[in-house]
């Protein structure tokens, strides 16, 4: 159960939702990372710290795009076009672990 001292916060994070242009902090490309502090892998990290669980809609949601990002070589893919680089993987890996995806 999320602490009511923490709504204020979930609440701003939840209203950037669509800030980059597209659905759960990405960009209309896809784009799941573009710098912090608004994009899907950052406002997932912080609403896991604000204790938001894996089952409320745009987490759910922000998880999925992760995981669609997610290649057979183990490497996640931010952004279309760009390169794969090692710490963009623990990052998106980072995120799916505090949410139980290990």
Not at 49 to 59: K, N, P, Q, R, Y
């Amino acid at each position: 159960m999320v602490d009511k001292k923490y709504l204020t916060d979930i609440d701003a994070i939840l209203a950037k939702r669509h800030h980059n242009g597209g659905d759960f902090w990405a960009t209309p490309d896809g784009r799941i990372y573009v710098g912090s502090p608004f994009s899907t892998l950052s406002s997932l990290g912080m609403l896991h710290e604000l204790d938001v669980t894996s089952s409320h809609e745009a987490v759910c949601g922000g998880l999925n795009l992760i995981l669609d990002a997610w290649r057979e070589d183990g490497r996640v893919r931010l952004a279309p076009r760009v390169t794969l680089y090692p710490c963009y993987t623990a990052e998106a890996a980072r995120v799916l672990c505090r949410y139980g995806y290990a």
